[in-house]
């Protein structure tokens, strides 16, 4: 394996196994009651029907991301098999390219963390579907109204029970709304950077459109005031 090989292996390589294990390994009070948990309470009819929305939009972005990784190797695998390897076999051929598929194990893990993502966010949702008030389901509808077509049924925070759960990528967490303090935001081109503290420091990204329903939860769980 020269040194081009080497190269591309460390920065995909360690990168994801550091995603992986504060994503899958390490999870905190919330992500471990998650694991545990198993749907108990039938849903009512719109959020069945969420719920279904969810699981569709999980599926679609399987199969995208599906494409995305593994389209490059079959278009190898297509052109070595066009010039003339029919005979010795596809396990025989990339034997031969062993060099090229290796760069392929970490997309392979990086398609394990990417899919446990968009199931561990599905189970949480339907797991909060369950738990959470009406009002509680009303704001996650008017969020969703909120967003991109592509990120509808993927919400970047859902407020159940009093609990305010953030969804970042390798993390959800679970924060007491009335412990939120120094809340402050900046606008980005791909949308509005939040920084607060409850009682440790957060920092995530929100749509433009989003930040006025996040904001309305501070001041209902706080005495903050905002202007927006």
């Known amino acids: 394996m020269d040194l081009f090989y080497i190269i591309c292996f460390v920065l995909f390589f360690l990168p994801t196994l550091v995603f992986l294990y504060f994503t899958v390994v390490r999870k905190n009070a919330f992500e471990e009651r998650l694991a545990l948990f198993r749907p108990t309470h039938k849903l009512s009819q719109k959020r069945e029907a969420y719920r279904q929305q969810v699981r569709k939009y999980s599926k679609y972005a399987k199969i995208i991301l599906l494409v995305i990784l593994y389209l490059p190797l079959c278009v190898l695998i297509a052109i070595l098999i066009k010039e003339g390897y029919e005979g010795i076999g596809i396990l025989n051929i990339l034997s031969i390219y062993d060099d090229d598929i290796f760069v392929y194990v970490p997309i392979l893990l990086l398609n394990y963390l990417l899919f446990y993502v968009i199931k561990r966010n599905e189970k949480a949702q339907h797991m909060l579907l369950e738990q959470m008030s009406d009002a509680d389901f009303e704001l996650l509808l008017k969020v969703k109204d909120s967003l991109l077509f592509t990120t509808k049924y993927n919400p970047p925070f859902v407020l159940c029970n009093d609990k305010l759960y953030i969804f970042i ?45 996040f904001l309305q939860i501070i001041e209902q769980y706080t005495d903050q005031e905002f202007y927006y």
């Open 169 to 213: 990528f390798f993390v959800i967490k679970e924060i007491d709304p009335t412990q939120i303090t120094d809340l402050d935001w900046s606008y980005r081109r791909n949308g509005i950077y939040v920084e607060f503290k409850a009682p440790k420091k957060i920092i995530f990204t929100l749509p433009k459109k989003v930040l006025p329903y």
